[in-house]
């Protein structure tokens, strides 16, 4: 089996009044990410890491900011058009690994939520190293707690 390993990254500055949404799913906060799109960085940079692992170039190059037709876009609809694009050429994804880093809102409320939207745009499944479902992996593999 080859493997192929990418790194994402993506920062947006955090704006009043705009929604906030990580990993695909809404927080509740006055603050959200600036951007084109619904700047979800977690996705973004998600999105770069399996663009880059698969040679692809990045994610503006595929859903450029001077698109109008991605004003406000839905970023799980991009990764969701990220894993056709490898799906073309011939790979797919066998687990993410991904930080966030934000000063706001406070995210360990919603990490399983992010985890399971994240797992099912990917199609992977939760691999969790432990009992508690505080401490999941991504991965393909089937798992039990």
């Known amino acids: 089996m080859k ?3 990418g790194l994402g990254y993506d920062v947006h500055q955090l704006k009043e009044g705009r929604p906030c949404v990580l990993g695909g799913v809404l927080f509740d906060s ?3 990410p600036d951007g084109h799109s619904d700047a979800d960085v977690l ?3 998600i999105c770069d890491a399996i663009l880059g692992a698969a040679g692809l170039r990045d994610i503006g190059y595929h859903f450029p900011n001077t698109d109008d037709s991605l004003k406000n876009v839905d970023s799980r609809l991009l990764l969701k058009e ?3 694009l490898i799906k073309k050429e011939g790979y797919r994804v066998e687990n993410v690994d991904a930080t966030l880093v934000s000063e706001q809102p406070k995210i360990s409320p919603k990490i399983r939520e992010m985890k399971e939207s994240i797992a099912g745009l990917c199609n992977i ?3 969790y190293t432990s009992p508690s479902p505080r401490d999941g992996l991504l991965s393909r593999m089937p798992s039990s707690a």
């Open 3 to 5: 493997i192929r390993v």
């Open 82 to 84: 990220v894993m056709e």
């Open 125 to 127: 499944c939760l691999l």
């Open 43 to 45: 996705l973004h940079a």
């Open 30 to 32: 006055t603050l959200g």
